[in-house]
């Protein structure tokens, strides 16, 4: 009666480890799913807000543009002053306002530069959109034991029957598990004579094999 109440135990034991790995798989390809949807989500919000966007950042290259030709036509004005001077003190005035119109010329170069980088940035930012979806479809398509994307769904809509796929095995392999434990435990308290109730499977088994073997 031991040694098959042992051995059945020990069955119970290799069930638990092959439980134990069937739900860490479910677990790492439901972190699969999550990044997917995780970069659908990005994506989405990204294309929502880039019509917004793109317009803020083009109105304040424009503005940038604008008080570039102005700093320019005013350091025009002060070489032009500067050329007319005709005194060592009108020269020195002359020259110290071309020098502050040469440094609002550099200040407002700056603005603009970085205004038109904003620019490209963003609109490099959405022509890679298309790109990072066909990728994201693509890992979807290749994450074990779930069905691919259908074509007209969205990644969204994939990963949300995904996880709650996902989410169902779980549950499952969690309910065997549990009753696995119970199990065992009921075996092992009988071999042993005492509870071995809240311990794990292998636990009880290690219980039952010290004190048997």
């Known amino acids: 009666m031991d040694d098959r109440a042992l051995r059945e135990l020990q069955q119970l034991a290799t069930r638990d480890t092959w439980l134990a790995a069937r ?31 793109e317009g803020r950042r083009l109105s304040e290259r424009a503005a ?16 032009d002053a500067l050329a007319r001077a005709t005194d060592a003190e009108a020269r020195a005035h002359a020259e110290a306002a071309r020098d502050r119109a040469v440094d609002h010329v550099a200040v407002a170069q700056a603005r603009l530069d970085r205004a038109e980088a904003a620019v490209e940035e963003i609109r490099h930012d959405a022509a890679r959109i298309p790109v990072e979806l066909t990728e994201l479809r693509e890992r979807a398509g290749a994450v074990p ?23 169902v095995a779980s549950r499952q392999i969690d309910a065997q598990r549990e009753r696995v434990i119970r199990e065992a435990n009921e075996l092992a308290s009988m071999l042993l004579g005492e509870p071995t109730y809240g311990a794990t499977v292998a636990q009880a088994l290690a219980r039952a094999e010290a004190q048997l073997l």
């Open 23 to 53: 739900a860490g798989r479910l677990r790492r390809l439901d972190d699969q799913v999550a990044a997917i949807r995780a970069g659908a989500e990005a994506a989405d919000a990204f294309l929502a807000a880039y019509p917004e966007e």
């Open 64 to 79: 940038a543009e604008q008080d570039l030709a102005g700093r320019r036509r005013e350091l025009r004005e002060a070489e």
């Open 145 to 167: 034991e779930i069905g691919p994307p259908q074509e007209n769904a969205s990644l969204l809509e994939w990963a949300s029957h995904a996880h709650a796929e996902l989410f």
